[in-house]
């Protein structure tokens, strides 16, 4: 069975606005997905969140289109009443962090894949950088 991971807006940031140093990581990380040797979630938060960074980057219609393609390599996780309960309960620092930690308990991913592992020092599942995960799980696939 292949790995079910969740990936936090800012990992997808790295791909899609190719930011250095963290973009190689990324990029390998979604050629996993797109290779079919993971599955990539994300909250529905963080399409919501792309979307508003991305069009004052792009103009709407092409943060659309960007997103249109990258809605391909992922799951999307509904974030519904029970996460934002789980969330404002949970006491972490951030909440957007809460909401995608709950999200990802919810559809079951075994690992969390953030560049800021130090906001999920709460968390019940395994959280690392893409750049670790890939390190230890991608290369040679």
């Known amino acids: 069975m292949k790995p079910l991971l969740f990936v936090d807006t800012d990992v997808v940031l790295d791909l ?54 990258f809605k391909q390599l ?25 909401i995608q930690h709950f999200s990802a308990i919810s559809a079951g991913c075994t690992v969390l894949i953030t560049r800021n592992v130090r906001h999920y020092r709460k968390a019940a599942i395994r959280v690392v950088t893409a750049e670790v995960y890939c390190r230890a799980c991608c290369r040679g696939r």
Not at 43 to 53: K, M, V
């Open 16 to 69: 899609l606005a190719r930011r250095e140093p963290f973009y190689p990581a990324a990029a390998e990380l979604f050629s996993q997905a797109e290779a079919g040797s993971v599955t990539l979630c994300v909250s529905s938060l963080t399409f919501s969140n792309l979307f508003y960074i991305l069009r004052k980057q792009l103009a709407a219609g092409k943060a659309h289109e960007v997103l249109r393609t």
């Open 74 to 98: 992922v799951r999307v996780i509904a974030v519904d009443d029970a996460i934002v309960d789980q969330a404002l309960q949970a006491g972490f620092t951030d909440f957007e962090d809460a």
